[in-house]
């Protein structure tokens, strides 16, 4: 990709981000004067400049890692909105009011932010630690809270409902974040079986169980959470593939506590390995031979308090992500190892 394609793409990205949430204040705008159907064609056309601005973004490859996006954003938030001539102050009361408000959403998102940057010069992720493991986004301000859903905004005063949560992993978002189409998301379970072996049977045992941290997971306990995972996973389908009808398939028990106490660590990196992979079979044969509509088969799921409806395809594109997710995690623990054990391609 040359210059010129990379700054058509940039600017695409720009381009779409500023419509996005333009075309949004517009359609609010139009629901309040009464124009329906503007907003739904406003709507509509926000949602497809969205997509296409972030297939830009993707089709650049000139993207910041994650960890250069939070210090990127931490220099933004901490840059107070320049006001124009007699803007917010000729507002008086109201336009301090509007400021205040801003000022400490800014200062609460600042906090969060500069506390995953920390985490992050120390660690792969962000530590629950150090970030809450549940944030909650409030729609009426934009202020951040962190653990429980609060009642009302200690902000805005938005009540409960309007507040939007952002947990550790998903099954579903409303961008549809990593999204996957059926075979996608099979050819992706396919695989994971060889790769998981390959790298558990070419690392040290001790490596395997070595914590990065006393709250953090080792290897061998990753490995034993995706067992887990995918038996929840055949456990949840098989119930969606019983009835016609949305089936909750809420847990008692929430997905990344499933491998506590049940001896994963102590295990083998073979016998995890055999384990993931007769798990992981056992799956493909329930869901490889899926016709499309079973895939828009609907479940309801309680995360965080909070009931969400899901498809089969998002549970399916939750595993797949999941595993290549955690199959990353592993490599980075067992890194230096498997760079002297794994021959280069």
């Known amino acids: 990709m ?12 720009r381009k ?3 419509a996005y949430v333009r075309n949004l204040v517009a359609a609010e705008a139009a629901v309040q004067r009464g124009q329906f159907n503007v907003a739904k064609v406003l709507r509509a056309a926000a949602h497809a400049q969205r997509v296409l601005a972030m297939e830009a973004a993707r089709l650049s490859r000139s993207n910041r890692p994650p960890a250069a996006v939070l210090r990127l954003l931490l220099g ?25 408000r801003a000022a400490s959403v800014r200062s609460r998102l600042r906090g969060i932010l500069q506390r995953s940057v920390d985490s992050l010069e120390r660690h792969p992720d962000v530590l629950e630690s150090d970030v809450a493991q549940h944030l909650w986004g409030c729609y009426g301000c934009g202020a951040i809270v962190e653990g429980e859903r609060p009642d009302a905004c200690a902000v805005c005063g938005a009540l409960s409902p309007e507040f939007e949560w ?12 990593g999204q996957l189409r059926p075979d996608a998301t099979l050819a ?3 695989r994971m079986p060889n790769e998981l072996s390959r790298i558990l049977s070419r690392t040290d045992d001790l490596v395997l169980r070595r914590k990065p941290s006393p ?15 995918n038996l929840l996973f055949f456990r949840r389908v098989s119930a969606m593939l019983a009835t016609e009808g949305p089936v909750d398939i809420t847990t008692p028990v929430p997905p990344w506590k499933l491998q506590e106490g049940k001896g994963y660590e102590t295990l083998s990196g073979s016998e995890l390995a055999d384990r993931f992979s007769r798990a992981r079979a056992e799956t493909l044969s329930l869901v490889q031979h899926l016709k499309a509509a079973d895939w828009t088969r ?13 498809s ?4 399916g594109t939750w595993l797949a992500n999941h595993d290549m997710g955690h199959l990353a995690q592993i490599r980075r623990l067992c890194g230096a190892e498997l760079a002297i054990s794994m021959p280069r391609r």
């Open 215 to 229: 709250t953090e997971w080792c290897a061998k306990e990753i490995a034993g959470h995706m067992v887990e995972t």
């Open 76 to 100: 933004e938030v901490a840059e107070a909105p320049r006001r124009g001539k007699g803007g917010a102050t000729a507002q008086g009361a109201a336009g301090r009011a509007e400021r205040e």
């Open 2 to 13: 040359d210059a010129k394609q990379r700054r058509r793409l940039a600017t695409e990205v």
């Open 188 to 190: 992706t379970l396919e």
């Open 298 to 310: 609907r479940a309801i799921n309680r995360t965080a308090g909070q009931y969400m409806t899901v």
């Open 16 to 18: 779409g981000s500023q």
């Open 166 to 177: 952002f947990g550790p992993f998903y099954s579903a978002t409303p961008e549809h974040l």
């Open 312 to 315: 089969l395809l998002d549970l």
